[in-house]
């Protein structure tokens, strides 16, 4: 009994258990803080994904910056000289950064994707022929899912070149194609009219949509180009609603849709 008093007594072993439930209840206390200010910035800012991400990296900063404290308090603790073991690592860093290099790099690359606003958790983005959007952006790697369900993980210091589709805007662009004997006026009437009630009906629009004209003279019919400029990722929304609204408002003006035909003619 009394081995068991003397060994909870002795700081070398209750000090080191102290420390750590400081250091614990320090990074609750940053998390609670944390979540709050930025919070009440989610509130009033439309960058809510930016300002998640800058949140994910202080609470990652704070943890590891409390693993380092709390290391070397308990290192004093066994009468360690810390002042020896800071000026030591000037050559043990050397060794062990050589090591750790990879690591390191994929570090500073975190740090810099997120202080440049490259991309944040929730864009859709591009990384080597790879599109999908990201789940998750750490100091360490960025998993980005596509809408398979697919995910890549990959190392920051390995992303390089990024196509970021949710930066500002995106363009929904349609051909509609209809035959050389419909009246032209009236197709880009029609045309007019859809555009008008569809941006009525979307607030994800962004401007007037732009009935652009006649874009090709096809084979078998004269194509015409609509476009619209959207909030990102809404393009392919948008244009499935414009094909869908073009082709009810052509059956009902009675204008045609051509298809591809072959016209044969006999050798006699």
């Not at 009394?2 to 400081?22: G, H, S």
């Not at 603790?77 to 390191?104: E, M, P, S, T």
């Not at 980005?144 to 929904?172: C, F, H, P, W």
Request: charged residues 20%; proline residues 2%.
């Amino acid at each position: 009994m009394k081995t068991a008093i003397n060994i909870l007594t002795n700081p070398k072993v209750y000090l080191p258990i102290i420390y750590v439930f400081i250091g614990m209840i320090i990074y609750n206390i940053t998390k609670i803080v944390l979540d709050k200010v930025f919070n009440k910035k989610l509130k009033n800012s439309n960058q809510t994904n930016r300002i998640l991400t800058i949140k994910i990296l202080f609470k990652n900063i704070v943890k590891y910056i409390l693993i380092i404290i709390v290391f070397l308090a308990i290192l004093t603790v066994y009468k360690v000289d810390v002042n020896a073991v800071l000026a030591g690592l000037g050559i043990v860093g050397l060794i062990f950064g050589l090591a750790i290099q990879d690591i390191i790099k994929d570090l500073l690359s975190g740090i810099s994707i997120i202080l440049e606003n490259q991309y944040m958790i929730g864009d859709v983005i591009e990384i080597n022929g790879f599109k999908g959007e990201v789940k998750f952006l750490g100091l360490r790697t960025t998993r980005i899912q596509n809408y398979k369900g697919e995910v890549m993980i990959l190392s920051n210091r390995n992303i390089n070149q990024v196509i970021n589709y949710s930066t500002d805007y995106s363009l929904a662009i349609i051909d509609v194609p209809v035959s050389y004997e419909s009246d032209f006026i009236k197709v880009e009437n029609c045309l007019k009219k859809v555009a008008k009630e569809l941006k009525k009906d979307y607030s994800v629009i962004k401007e007037d949509i732009n009935v652009l004209g006649i874009d090709q003279l096809a084979d078998s019919a004269i194509v015409y180009q609509v476009t619209a400029k959207v909030e990102a990722n809404n393009q392919y929304q948008i244009q499935r609603e414009m094909k869908k609204r073009i082709k009810l408002a052509f059956d009902k003006e009675n204008l045609k849709i051509p298809y591809p035909q072959i016209e044969v003619h006999n050798g006699k």
